[in-house]
């Protein structure tokens, strides 16, 4: 039985770190993670968020990941969609129940966001 996902490994350029501690940390709000000195030797970031973790893994023939993604539910959905405003932010009323709206990192990793469109426990139709 799988209870949960530890984490979400995304793809980056090498020498990349700089930027990606800039997006993740800064324009996300994530908090870098230290990783293990053996996993630190290959380059790359962790990031938390409370229980999400991305990893950001160094790939020498990097290519974005333009239809897989991580989908990331937020509070104030709109807050996150200024955030995200120069990186491309394109809303999505496809998935019954939610907001959504896709992104992409630096090197062009599709990120999607989402809250809920009706909080749970509403009575309202």
């Not at 700089?18 to 293990?36: H, I, S």
């Not at 509070?75 to 955030?83: C, G, L, S, T, V």
């Not at 709206?101 to 599709?110: A, I, L, T, V």
Request: contains cysteine; charged residues 30%; glycine residues 10%.
């Amino acid at each position: 039985m799988i209870t949960a996902v530890h984490h979400v490994q995304l793809a980056a350029p090498p020498g990349s770190e700089d930027r990606l501690r800039d997006f993740y940390g800064r324009v996300l709000g994530m908090t870098e993670v230290p990783k293990p000195p053996e996993l630190a030797r290959r380059g790359g970031c962790w990031f938390r968020a409370g229980d999400v973790e991305l990893h950001l893994g160094i790939e020498e023939d990097f290519r974005p990941a333009r239809k897989a993604h991580p989908g990331l539910v937020v509070e104030d959905i709109d807050a996150y969609a200024a955030r995200l405003a120069a990186h491309g932010a394109r809303w999505d009323d496809a998935l019954p129940g939610y907001r959504r709206f896709y992104s992409e990192d630096p090197f062009g990793n599709r990120l999607e966001f989402l809250e809920r469109a009706i909080p749970v426990g509403s009575t309202r139709p």
